[in-house]
């Protein structure tokens, strides 16, 4: 992405903000009373108030910087979702087991990070494209590889492994790992009132999550 800056927003504010992910449902009251639903979106979109996290003013003016920085809208970043941020639940640390994120064909050496939500035919596949660098743990059927038998680009989420380490033909590729969301503001102006804020009046700073 070349409209991309590979910096996280400050995790003191984002982990105060609220938010998380949402879809557009078309929904037709036929004459009947009954619903034809449709989903307009083939994947979720992620959205945020970074404002509920700005407690201080030295809060708000990195905030301020921030902004300024990607131009407002103008350049993506990375955000630290407090709740889904991880291969793995919460309270757990990530293992090269969480998730499946192919099967081998003795051919195939570059595997995309996915998370799955949910399970069976109605579960949800979530594309990971923002890995934290470090993090990530790659195994095959459940054997977990040496960091020097693959490689993952944080800026895209693609495994690749060395050629000695190819998935042969059945292998399950599992991978764990951290990850942000890759955002932008949502927003060209920022407003701040300093004696509201004072107050207790909280600024709005909307983030939107930028869909691969």
């Not at 709740?83 to 050496?109: F, H, M, N, R």
Request: charged share 25%.
């Amino acid at each position: 992405m070349p409209d991309f800056h590979e910096v996280r927003f400050p995790l003191d504010v984002a982990r105060g903000a609220r938010g998380g992910p949402e879809r557009q449902t078309q929904i037709v009251t036929l004459a009947s009373g009954r619903e034809v639903r449709n989903s307009r979106w083939a994947h979720s979109r992620r959205r945020y108030d970074a404002g509920l996290g700005i407690r201080t003013l030295d809060a708000l003016a990195a905030v301020v910087s921030f902004f300024e920085e990607r131009r407002g809208r103008l350049y993506g970043f990375r955000w630290r979702d407090p709740l889904d941020w991880k291969s793995c639940p919460p309270s757990q640390e990530p293992a090269a087991t969480d998730q499946v994120i192919g099967t081998g064909d003795g051919v195939a050496s570059v595997f995309q990070l996915s998370k799955l939500y949910g399970s069976g035919p109605s579960a949800y596949s979530r594309e990971i494209t923002k890995p934290c660098e470090g993090t990530v743990k790659v195994a095959l059927d459940s054997i977990a590889l040496a960091p020097e038998d693959f490689s993952c680009d944080p800026a895209t989420g693609e495994v690749s492994f060395a050629p000695g380490a190819i998935p042969p033909a059945d292998a399950v590729v599992t991978a764990g790992f951290a990850f942000d969301v890759p955002v932008r503001f949502d927003t060209d102006a920022i407003e701040v009132d300093l004696s509201a804020f004072a107050a207790g009046e909280i600024p709005r700073v909307p983030v939107v999550e930028i869909v691969p």
